[in-house]
C-alpha cells in the first residue's frame, strides 16, 4: 500500500507530463481513445466523489473565519474568468462551437489542482481549499447560470439540463463521498493516499478522448484556440493576484486568489461540453486542462521565490 501511495504521489506530482503526453498521443493515434469518450461524465464523477472523500468541516473554518477573503476569492472567480471569456469571443469574433466552449470552461469553478499549486506556491492553502469546495458546491446554481446568460448569444442553452448535469456530475458524487468518509471512518485513509493516481487517469483520459473526438477540427482550428486558451488562463491568473493586491491581501493570500482564478475545474467543461454541445465544444476545456497545469507549474516556481519572509498568514 506504501509503494501504491508513493506512486500516486509522483503521478499527481507529474500531472501536467502526463495530461500533455496522452493529449499528443490523442491527437496522432484518435482510434485508440475514442472509446473513452463514453467515459468522460462517469470518470468526472469519480473524481467529484473522491473530493467528497477528502473535504473536512476544517475546509470550510476559513468561511467563518475569514469570510471576506473567501468571498472574494469566490466572486473574483465567477466574475473574472468568464467575464473574460466573453471579452475574448467578441473581440476575436471566434466561432459559435468554440465561443461556447471558452464561456463553459470560464464558467466553471475552481479546479482541484489549484489546492496543489497553492502549496507549492507558498501560498494559503486553507483559503484555497475553502475556496474551491464553495465555488464546486456554488456550481449547480451559478454554472448554468452564467453559461445561459454569456452563452445564448451564440448556441442555445437549456439551463434547466446544464443544472441537472451539474448536480448528477458534482454535488451528487461528492455528497455520496462524504457519506462514504462518515462510514468509512479512519479507513477512508487508505483510500485516500491513493487519490491523486485516480484523479490524474481520469483527468488524462478525460483530455485524451476529447482530443481524439475533435482531432480533426483540432488540426483545423487548434493554434486559434490554443492562443485563447493561453490568453483566458494568464490573464486569469493576473487578474486574480492584481484583485488580490488591490483588496489589500498579504502576499501569500495574493498568490492563492491569482491561482484560484486563473485555474477552472476543466474536466467538468470538457463533460458540460460533450454533454450539450459538441466535441469541438470540448477542445477548449481540453487544451485548458494542458496549458493550466504547465502554467501552474510555472507560476509556482516563480512564487516559491518571491516575497518568503512576508508570507505568514494572519491569526
Same mark, same amino acid.
Given at each position: 500500500?506504501?509503494?501504491?501511495?508513493?506512486?500516486? =504521489?509522483?503521478?499527481?506530482?507529474?500531472?501536467?507530463?502526463?495530461?500533455?503526453?496522452?493529449?499528443?498521443?490523442?491527437?496522432?493515434?484518435?482510434?485508440?481513445?475514442? *472509446?473513452?469518450?463514453?467515459?468522460?461524465?462517469?470518470?468526472?464523477?469519480?473524481?467529484?466523489?473522491?473530493?467528497?472523500?477528502?473535504?473536512?468541516?476544517?475546509?470550510?473554518?476559513?468561511?467563518?473565519?475569514?469570510?471576506?477573503?473567501?468571498?472574494?476569492?469566490?466572486?473574483?472567480?465567477?466574475?473574472?474568468? *468568464?467575464?473574460?471569456?466573453?471579452?475574448?469571443?467578441? #473581440?476575436?469574433?471566434? *466561432?459559435?462551437?468554440?465561443?461556447?466552449?471558452?464561456?463553459?470552461?470560464?464558467?466553471?469553478?475552481?479546479?482541484?489542482?489549484?489546492?496543489?499549486?497553492?502549496?507549492?506556491? =507558498?501560498?494559503?492553502?486553507?483559503?484555497? #481549499?475553502?475556496?474551491?469546495?464553495?465555488?464546486?458546491?456554488?456550481?449547480?446554481?451559478?454554472?448554468?447560470?452564467?453559461?445561459?446568460?454569456?452563452?445564448?448569444?451564440?448556441?442555445?442553452?437549456?439551463?434547466?439540463?446544464?443544472?441537472?448535469?451539474?448536480?448528477?456530475?458534482?454535488?451528487?458524487?461528492?455528497?455520496?463521498?462524504?457519506?462514504?468518509? =462518515?462510514?468509512?471512518?479512519?479507513? #477512508?485513509?487508505?483510500?485516500?493516499?491513493?487519490?491523486?493516481?485516480?484523479?490524474?487517469?481520469?483527468?488524462?483520459?478525460?483530455?485524451?478522448?476529447?482530443?481524439?473526438?475533435?482531432?480533426?477540427?483540432?488540426?483545423?482550428?487548434?493554434?486559434?484556440?490554443?492562443?485563447?486558451?493561453?490568453?483566458?488562463?494568464?490573464?486569469?491568473?493576473?487578474?486574480?493576484?492584481?484583485?488580490?493586491?488591490?483588496?489589500?491581501?498579504?502576499?501569500?493570500? =495574493?498568490?492563492?486568489?491569482?491561482?484560484?482564478?486563473?485555474?477552472?475545474?476543466?474536466?467538468?467543461?470538457?463533460?458540460?461540453?460533450?454533454?450539450?454541445?459538441?466535441?469541438?465544444?470540448?477542445? *477548449?476545456?481540453?487544451?485548458?486542462?494542458?496549458?493550466?497545469?504547465?502554467?501552474?507549474?510555472?507560476?509556482?516556481?516563480?512564487?516559491?521565490?518571491?516575497?518568503?519572509?512576508?508570507?505568514?498568514?494572519?491569526?
Amino acid at each position: 500500500m506504501r509503494a501504491l501511495a508513493a506512486f500516486s =504521489r509522483f503521478v499527481g506530482n507529474t500531472f501536467a507530463l502526463w495530461v500533455l503526453l496522452f493529449a499528443v498521443l490523442a491527437f496522432f493515434q484518435p482510434a485508440w481513445f475514442l *472509446p473513452a469518450t463514453a467515459w468522460i461524465v462517469p470518470l468526472l464523477g469519480l473524481i467529484m466523489f473522491g473530493m467528497g472523500l477528502t473535504l473536512k468541516t476544517e475546509d470550510f473554518r476559513e468561511v467563518v473565519r475569514r469570510p471576506l477573503w473567501v468571498l472574494l476569492g469566490v466572486a473574483a472567480q465567477f466574475l473574472i474568468m *468568464p467575464g473574460l471569456a466573453w471579452l475574448l469571443c467578441q #473581440v476575436l469574433g471566434l *466561432p459559435p462551437e468554440i465561443a461556447v466552449g471558452v464561456i463553459l470552461v470560464g464558467c466553471c469553478p475552481g479546479g482541484t489542482a489549484s489546492n496543489v499549486i497553492t502549496w507549492f506556491s =507558498r501560498g494559503d492553502v486553507a483559503l484555497s #481549499v475553502s475556496i474551491t469546495a464553495v465555488t464546486t458546491l456554488l456550481a449547480p446554481l451559478v454554472t448554468p447560470a452564467l453559461i445561459w446568460l454569456l452563452a445564448s448569444a451564440w448556441l442555445p442553452v437549456k439551463f434547466g439540463a446544464l443544472f441537472m448535469s451539474i448536480l448528477q456530475i458534482v454535488l451528487l458524487p461528492i455528497v455520496l463521498g462524504l457519506i462514504a468518509q =462518515r462510514l468509512l471512518g479512519k479507513r #477512508v485513509h487508505h483510500v485516500v493516499d491513493v487519490l491523486p493516481l485516480v484523479s490524474v487517469v481520469s483527468i488524462v483520459i478525460i483530455v485524451a478522448a476529447v482530443v481524439a473526438a475533435s482531432q480533426a477540427k483540432i488540426a483545423e482550428s487548434g493554434l486559434l484556440i490554443m492562443a485563447v486558451v493561453v490568453l483566458h488562463n494568464s490573464l486569469g491568473l493576473g487578474l486574480g493576484y492584481l484583485i488580490g493586491h488591490l483588496f489589500g491581501l498579504p502576499l501569500a493570500q =495574493r498568490k492563492t486568489l491569482s491561482i484560484e482564478v486563473g485555474m477552472q475545474n476543466s474536466g467538468l467543461g470538457a463533460a458540460l461540453a460533450s454533454a450539450h454541445f459538441s466535441p469541438l465544444a470540448a477542445v *477548449p476545456s481540453a487544451l485548458f486542462s494542458v496549458w493550466h497545469n504547465l502554467s501552474g507549474a510555472l507560476l509556482a516556481t516563480i512564487y516559491r521565490r518571491i516575497g518568503q519572509d512576508s508570507e505568514k498568514i494572519p491569526k
